[in-house]
Nanobody, 124 residues
């Protein structure tokens, strides 16, 4: 079992940056691939980015590629999402998720553990 707690959200103007953090409890962090998802009001939850267990493989939603970077620090049991050049359409509740699948896809159903979510608001 792993518990996930997100931090670092908030309000920013378009073009600005935020870094989300997700701290994981437990000693098995390195056995999980990690992902970030987001959900805007009235929309379904969508995949944003994922990173493999050892951090060597990353994958992004097309609309954030080149602007967002996912990374992980095993020593700190933490995964990050650096978000640059933010746009109003990035406004959403962002969730951190963990999966025991070595190579997960983009579906939220593939992730077993979820954080509570953190709000990111980008104003124009």
């Amino acid at each position: 079992q792993v518990q996930l707690v997100e931090s670092g959200g908030g309000w920013v103007q378009a073009g600005g940056s935020l870094r989300l953090s997700c701290a994981a409890s437990g000693r098995t962090f390195s056995t999980y691939a990690m992902g970030w998802f987001r959900q805007a009001p009235g929309k379904e939850r969508e995949f944003v980015a994922r990173i493999s267990r050892n951090g060597g493989i990353t994958y992004y939603l097309g609309s954030v590629k080149g602007r967002f970077t996912i990374s992980r620090d095993t020593a700190k049991n933490t995964v990050y999402l650096q978000m640059n050049s933010l746009k109003p359409e990035d406004t959403a509740l962002y969730y951190c998720a963990a999966t025991s699948r070595p190579i997960p896809g983009r579906s939220s159903s593939e992730y077993e553990h979820w954080g509570q979510g953190i709000q990111v608001t980008v104003s124009s």
